[in-house]
């Protein structure tokens, strides 16, 4: 079945640090990607998607490109702040039926140090 | 738009007992999903309706486990005769009627079976 591989957390960095975390995933087909965040005490926020390989998606200076030849979709910002501190996650909807339902890497929690 | 509403957000029963969690989903939105979040896991979908009619359920949901949304609005889940391993977060999500319609998810009830 499908599933979502994402690196084991936690992640502490400095203020300003590059932050990359890794997400590969098993899917048929064409799957849409996802990176979801949830911030203390807050639901799950979706931070940004791609839909097709090579598609590039964006939001708040997060970056993450489908890479199909890889099965992955990393998800990469240039400098990260306090605000960033929050628990990731990597999902993927597979192509065609059921492609509303969600399934979910386990999870990085990313802790940011002023 | 107020966001999707759980209640309670915390409930703490002890096995054997039945318990009922309430989600209100954006006014607009006409899709329903409930997920199930375990420690240190990803969210696991369970059920989802669209407008008053289910029409998925995962092999997680138990007999024990029963999902309504009676009118297509607010959605019910309920357990019957708890036990511990139903511990978890159960997270309701809505989007609206579109495939590619993000989704948007409460901030959850945490059950926990004593």
């Known amino acids: 079945g499908d599933s979502v591989t994402q690196m084991e957390g936690p992640v502490t960095l400095s203020e300003e640090a590059f932050l990359t975390i890794n997400c590969t995933y098993t899917?048929?087909?064409?799957?849409?990607l996802f990176w979801y965040v949830q911030y203390p005490g807050e639901g799950l926020q979706l931070l940004l998607k791609?839909?097709?390989?090579?598609d590039k998606g964006s939001n708040k200076g997060f970056e993450a490109t489908y890479r199909k030849e890889t099965t992955s979709f990393h998800l990469e910002k240039g400098s990260v702040q306090v605000s960033d501190s929050a628990v990731y996650f990597c999902?993927?909807?597979?192509?065609?039926?059921?492609?509303?339902?969600?399934?979910f890497g386990k999870g990085t929690l990313l802790t940011v140090n002023p | 738009d107020t966001g999707v509403s759980q209640n309670p957000r915390h409930k703490i029963t002890k096995r054997g007992q039945n318990v009922t969690f309430r989600c209100d989903p954006i006014?607009?939105?006409?899709?329903l999903y409930w997920y199930r979040q375990t420690l240190g896991q990803g969210p696991e979908f369970l059920t989802y309706?669209?407008?008053?009619?289910?029409?998925?359920k995962s092999r997680l949901l138990s007999d024990r486990f029963s999902a309504e949304r009676p009118k297509g609005s607010f959605s019910t889940l309920e357990i019957q005769r708890t036990e511990q391993g139903d511990s978890a977060m159960y997270l309701c999500?809505?989007?609206?009627?579109?495939?590619?319609?993000?989704?948007?998810f409460g901030n959850g009830t945490r059950l926990t079976v004593t």
């Open positions: 999902a993927l909807t597979r192509s065609g039926g059921s492609n509303y339902k969600l399934t």
């Open positions: 999500a809505s989007s609206a009627g579109t495939d590619n319609s993000p989704l948007h």
């Open positions: 309706f669209q407008n008053e009619a289910q029409l998925e």
């Open positions: 899917a048929t087909g064409y799957p849409s």
């Open positions: 006014s607009e939105h006409n899709r």
């Open positions: 791609a839909t097709k390989a090579d």
